[in-house]
């Protein structure tokens, strides 16, 4: 926050705090103490940085309130008061379904608001505005409204100001943070990126900056990686608007610019998102250190030793699942390196299911396993895990309200006009590219991150993974060459399941949402990578024949 104010000029200074695993944090937060369920460390920065941004006029527009804005925006005014600082603290709420979604474990239900009532916040003269459950971009739709003065029909303009706050959602990840081609730029450019910065327009286009002199690049590459992050088909759908994401254009307008123009917009889907986040019961896990020689029986040897005293045990864990990680090498130098390791998890409803019976079959093989026995850690008394779903309600059925800091209660309209979202029809795919000749070129075996670039993320149980190329012959190429089969073959732990394939020509770049690799959501840590935050990396490291003339 305080790198953002002093490092140029600001209008409004926006952060997202809330991701499907935070709220489920703060839900447990708030069984231990009703007051809370708010972001604390916005408080920490706020401290510190408040007089900052009272100075330069900046006006702050958060999401920190997480499942409590009301208490958040009192802590900010308590804050202020403390601090002497004259600060119109607003907050917005409605979000909260919690008591209509009453069942066994729920914590939150909330769901996702768009930006008008932070617009209305903004103009009856907020400078701190705090929500909770919104969507991403509706940070920025939010005082894009409220300084242009965009009716909720400008679809076009709303949609463009949708893709910016896309951007800016996740920090650094557009500044060169988190990116495929990190090693084209010098390293110390990245070893600190400066944060994202979105100059918006009148008309909806916007030019993706940072701050002088702060770390990082932007340019197309970094803006095309986070507009891939976590999407899927061509049309973006949200509370204000529905964005189409194939209409997107970027320009490298200069040094660290990047000009986004040419979306569109149409009306967005007469339902809102609401994320459910409950307990979905305990887990646990042993992770077993395999040495040397013999691996696979050493594995296939403890395995049969576990499932026999699982089974002899009071009650079995509901699931347990073995994986073997084959990180050990032949003649190794050092013992890490000649070492695999073996890994169980196990869920139950009940703690003692995965906790003491786990804990007790493990340790009482200490001496009488296989040699070399040791494990990373002893396995505790098991943990709670959580479940994230989404469910849909109409407009109607959500009572969004600005709350001033007045404490006057301004009611947000839902949407007079919807669409209900649909993929696009066949008719209107866009075409593909005609492809690459290849009649007589030499092809080599080769990883695909040598040619394109990828970006994976979650959304509840699914994931995605966006994959860009650079020039047109390499998009006639991969539009081709990484069909939905191929993308099974190159990741077969996908193999089994649904992958949806979407093309998006502006960007060059293919979409792949993989529905339920990541079972009930990152909170039951259902695979290895539970945000399939490295799914794109895997992709790029595999092999397949690649024309020569790419290369």
């Not at 919690?98 to 939150?108: F, K, S």
Request: contains cysteine; charged residues 20%; hydrophobic residues 40%.
């Amino acid at each position: 926050m305080r790198e953002m104010l002093t490092g140029g000029p600001l209008d409004v200074l926006t952060g997202d705090y809330l991701a499907e695993l935070t709220m489920l944090i703060l839900g447990r937060d708030r069984l231990k103490n009703p007051a809370g369920g708010y972001a604390r460390t916005f408080l920490r920065q706020l401290e510190e940085c408040l007089g900052l941004a009272h100075e330069r006029g900046v006006r702050i527009v958060a999401n920190a309130g997480g499942l409590n804005p009301a208490g958040l925006a009192a802590a900010v005014r308590e804050l202020a008061a403390r601090l002497g600082i004259p600060a119109r603290v607003a907050h917005v709420e409605g979000d909260d379904l919690t008591a209509r979604h009453p069942g066994p474990g729920n914590l939150a239900a909330h769901a996702y608001l768009g930006g008008e009532g932070i617009a209305a916040c903004l103009r009856e003269g907020a400078d701190i505005v705090v929500t909770g459950r919104v969507t991403d971009a509706a940070l920025v739709t939010g005082p894009a409204v409220a300084h242009f003065g965009w009716a909720p029909d400008a679809y076009d303009r709303l949609a463009g100001a949708v893709v910016a706050g896309h951007v800016l959602e996740c920090g650094t990840q557009a500044t060169g943070g988190n990116y495929a081609f990190f090693t084209e730029h010098d390293p110390a450019r990245l070893h600190h990126p400066g944060f994202p910065v979105a100059e918006l327009h009148e008309d909806g286009t916007s030019v993706i900056t940072k701050h002088d002199g702060t770390g990082g690049v932007v340019d197309l590459g970094t803006v095309t990686a986070q507009l891939l992050y976590e999407t899927a088909g061509a049309r973006y759908a949200g509370p204000d608007v529905t964005a189409r994401l194939d209409s997107v254009r970027l320009t490298q307008e200069g040094p660290d610019r990047v000009r986004v123009d040419g979306v569109r917009g149409e009306a967005p889907p007469p339902t809102l998102k609401v994320g459910l986040n409950r307990l979905g019961g305990f887990r646990n896990e042993v992770v077993l250190v395999l040495t040397g020689l013999d691996i696979e029986a050493k594995a296939a040897f403890v395995r049969a030793q576990l499932e026999t005293a699982l089974a002899a045990a009071k009650s079995r864990p509901a699931e347990v699942r073995w994986e073997l990680v084959r990180t050990d090498r032949p003649d190794a130098p050092t013992e890490e390196t000649a070492s695999a390791l073996l890994r169980l998890v196990v869920r139950d409803p009940d703690q003692d299911t995965v906790g003491r019976t786990l804990s007790g079959a493990a340790i009482e093989l200490a001496l009488g396993s296989y040699p070399g026995f040791h494990v990373m850690a002893p396995p505790g008394k098991g943990a709670p895990y959580g479940v994230f779903e989404d469910v849909y309600v109409p407009h109607v059925d959500v009572d969004h309200v600005a709350v001033l800091h007045d404490g006057r209660r301004i009611a947000v309209s839902p949407p007079h006009d919807t669409r209900v979202l649909q993929p696009l029809a066949p008719s209107q795919e866009p075409p593909l590219p005609e492809p690459l000749p290849t009649a007589g070129s030499a092809v080599r075996r080769a990883p695909l991150g040598l040619v394109a670039g990828a970006r994976s993320g979650d959304k509840g149980g699914n994931a995605n993974v966006g994959v860009w190329v650079r020039t047109d012959d390499a998009w006639r190429w991969l539009a081709h060459t990484l069909t939905t089969d191929k993308f099974h073959e190159l990741l077969p732990e996908t193999a089994e399941l649904t992958v949806v394939r979407h093309v998006l020509p502006n960007l060059r770049a293919l979409n792949f949402v993989v529905e339920g690799i990541l079972g009930e959501g990152v909170a039951a840590q259902h695979r290895f990578d539970p945000q399939a935050k490295a799914l794109g990396e895997w992709l790029r490291s595999r092999h397949l024949d690649i024309p020569e003339v790419l290369l």
